[in-house]
T-cell receptor
Framework: DADVTQTPRNRITKTGKRIMLECSQT?????MYWYRQDPGLGLRLIYY???????NKGEISDGYSVSRQAQAKFSLSLESAIPNQTALYFC???????????????FGPGTRLTVL | GESVGLHLPTLSVQEGDNSIINCAYS??????FIWYKQESGKGPQFIID?????DKRQGQRVTVLLNKTVKHLSLQIAATQPGDSAVYFC???????????FGSGTRLLVRP
């Protein structure tokens, strides 16, 4: 979805390096999410944010941190990358549904991260 | 990307036939379900959703069926085309109003 962009699209790094993945959206959505995808495991939630001052841990937050710099920007950091963090990383956005119900999430194109 | 779905269940269909992709969801509290399509090198793309107050919902060439009794969700694609080849994920909201729980996916291959 061109409304959600991620940079870089591909990154190869070494163990111990600090890595930042960035996500920007033009949908005007309040909610943003970071997922990782591994073969056979679907998508797992790392962190999510409902607005600029709100950050929440997801299912697998250990080893990751995030920053919500603005409504449109949500970055994911690996402070000291390790090989088992090699995966596809996706950013997603959503807006609060009517009546506070669950809302559809729209995904960016993904970042392929390889940690050697 | 090509690393997604190395060990996924695969459905192979002839072009023009109908496809049915199944999903068993886990949480009886789920009241919102989504199907996503993921093509190689791309992020998941929204296809269709359904809420628990419905049993069936139709879109363009796609239909989602929900059976809450057995916690089963299916995606039907009519007149399957080569462009439908992708990995398909179902997702449920569990007991949350804002988080989604994703299944591991099914690869659909369309034979010409």
């Amino acid at each position: 979805d061109a409304d959600v962009t991620q940079t870089p699209r591909n990154r190869i790094t070494k163990t111990g390096k600090r890595i930042m993945l960035e996500c920007s959206q033009t949908k005007g959505h309040d909610r943003m999410y970071w997922y990782r995808q591994d073969p056979g495991l679907g998508l797992r939630l790392i962190y999510y944010s409902f607005d600029v001052k709100d950050i929440n841990k997801g299912e697998i937050s250990d080893g990751y941190s995030v920053s919500r710099q603005a409504q449109a920007k949500f970055s994911l950091s690996l402070e000291s990358a390790i090989p088992n963090q090699t995966a596809l990383y996706f950013c997603a956005t959503s807006d609060l549904g009517s009546g506070g119900s669950t809302d559809t999430q729209y995904f960016g194109p993904g970042t392929r991260l390889t940690v050697l | 990307g090509e690393s997604v779905g190395l060990h996924l269940p695969t459905l192979s269909v002839q072009e023009g036939d109908n496809s049915i992709i199944n999903c068993a969801y886990s949480n009886s509290a789920s009241d919102y379900f989504i199907w996503y399509k993921q093509e190689s090198g791309k992020g998941p793309q929204f296809i269709i959703d359904i809420r628990s107050n419905m049993d069936k919902r139709q879109g363009q060439r796609v239909t989602v069926l929900l059976n809450k009794t057995v916690k089963h969700l299916s995606l039907q694609i009519a007149a399957t085309q080569p462009g439908d080849s992708a990995v398909y994920f179902c997702a449920e909201n569990g007991d949350s109003s804002y988080k989604l729980i994703f299944g591991s996916g099914t690869r659909l291959l369309v034979r010409p």
